[in-house]
């Protein structure tokens, strides 16, 4: 296998956590490369469930390298909280390495994000206000502050001399804060972080030579993506498949497969374009049997039909060799399915997803209309079998398996 990766096709959330925990079963590592404490992973193993944030999903296992590649930003609290949390639970295996390049983020970062949503009024992006576009700002801005930082003798002037920048540049932080507390938190978090802490890079390079196989896991959705998401209403990090390059240091040459995930339906947290949305009794339906409420915020999600023409544009950028699609059984039990095949723009068709937001919400979905199905087994109806082949048939990719519920044996393996 070598490395493969597994990308989230929609707005996140599509269940990619448990199609990489499957896919993990045959591999070496697991690695993270992009987002930070927005990501939420839900997994259950034998009726426990788990809620990552920033840990590799290949912790669950107890022979997996996990590896926080330098595109990861890092709440180092959160990061401990998740490591105290799992080893309680004795499923933390301790083959953990955080890239020495992954950025970091303060109780600044969420004070900012906190404050430009208030300020954005009606404009507001409905962040997780984790602190995440402040924390990837700094940065690009280079005024951010790495792991490395973290652990060097040198961190407390660095971060004196970021926090005398931030204050200056956004005088309503000042006050908000005690840096003397952030100070000793994270020499804190330094001492217990300290032994994650390694060159990432050079371990993937050597894993890939002694012919390892590792699965990249995606957080978020392509539709998130800072570049061809739905602008500005996207996360802060590349999503899409160059953000394992730029976010894990291996070559584009080093990747073999690149696997999708897709929810057999559509969902969204937060603000933006969604055209095939579903406001009245069917989005409430969805979202109770889908348990639709966000893993890292709590919040209700939008729900609505698949969106064939937004899930193709994933696939085509992504360059999808087949996808996973996930809770075929929330739409068993409906009379009939929608896939959107296309928009009406301003009395026009359009084929293709636009870069506007504007003109997306402006957009009414065109739906072919499917026959339900009632799903009370393992085997896949006549009619669920039909919807599957449209999908393969509009994405022009194979669907290579189904979940048809949370658990790890609830998955039909197509191929
Ligand atoms: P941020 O990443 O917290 O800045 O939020 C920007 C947008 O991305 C908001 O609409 C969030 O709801 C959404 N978002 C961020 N992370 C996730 C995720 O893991 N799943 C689903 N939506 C997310």
Not at 18 to 27: E, K, M, P, T, W
Not at 312 to 335: A, H, M, P, W
């Amino acid at each position: 296998m070598g490395a493969t990766a597994v990308i989230g096709l929609q707005w996140g959330d599509e269940g990619k956590g448990r199609i990489v925990d499957l896919l993990a079963q045959r591999c070496d590592g697991v690695v993270r490369y992009n987002g930070g404490p927005n990501a939420g992973h839900t997994l259950v193993v034998d009726s426990e469930v788990f809620k990552l944030h920033l840990i590799p999903s290949g912790i669950l296992y107890n022979d997996k390298f996990n590896i926080i590649g330098n595109g990861v930003i890092v709440d180092p609290g959160t990061l401990i909280e998740e490591i105290d949390g799992l080893k309680e639970r004795n499923f933390f295996n301790g083959r953990l390495f955080i890239s020495d390049r992954s950025p970091l983020l303060f109780p600044y970062h969420r004070l900012m994000d906190e404050l430009e949503e208030s300020i954005r009024g009606n404009f507001s992006l409905g962040t997780t206000k984790r602190g995440v576009g402040p924390g990837y700002t700094d940065e690009i801005n280079r005024s951010g502050l790495r792991m490395i930082d973290l652990i060097s003798d040198d961190f407390e002037e660095k971060l004196r001399m970021v926090w005398s920048l931030k204050i200056k540049l956004c005088p309503a932080l000042d006050g908000k804060l005690d840096i003397e507390d952030v100070i000793r938190t994270y020499r804190e978090y330094s001492i217990i972080l300290k032994p994650y802490v390694t060159d990432t890079v050079m371990l993937l390079h050597r894993l890939l030579s002694e012919d390892m196989d590792l699965l990249f896991e995606g957080a978020q959705g392509f539709l998130l993506d800072v570049n061809f998401g739905t602008y500005p209403y996207v996360s802060s990090s590349e999503s899409s498949i160059s953000g394992i390059f730029s976010g894990s240091g291996i070559s584009p040459k080093q990747l073999r497969k690149v696997y999708g995930v897709a929810k057999s339906y559509m969902t969204r947290v937060g603000s933006g374009p969604f055209p095939t949305e579903l406001k009245g009794s069917s989005g409430e339906y969805l979202r109770e049997k889908g348990k639709e409420y966000g893993t890292t915020t709590g919040r209700p999600r939008r729900c609505g039909w698949l969106d064939g023409v937004a899930t193709r544009f994933s696939c085509q950028i992504n360059g999808i060799d087949g996808i996973y699609l996930t809770k075929l059984d929330v739409l068993g039990g409906l009379e009939e399915v929608n896939i959107c095949v296309g928009y009406i723009y301003e009395g026009e068709r359009l084929d293709y997803f636009p870069a506007s937001s504007e003109i997306l919400s402006r957009c009414e979905p065109i739906y072919e209309r499917l026959p339900g199905w009632k799903m009370d087994s393992r085997e896949l109806p006549k009619n669920a079998i039909a919807f599957i082949k449209f999908v393969e048939d509009f994405l022009d990719t194979k669907v290579l398996g189904v979940s048809i519920g949370p658990e790890r044996d609830s998955f039909i393996d197509l191929c």
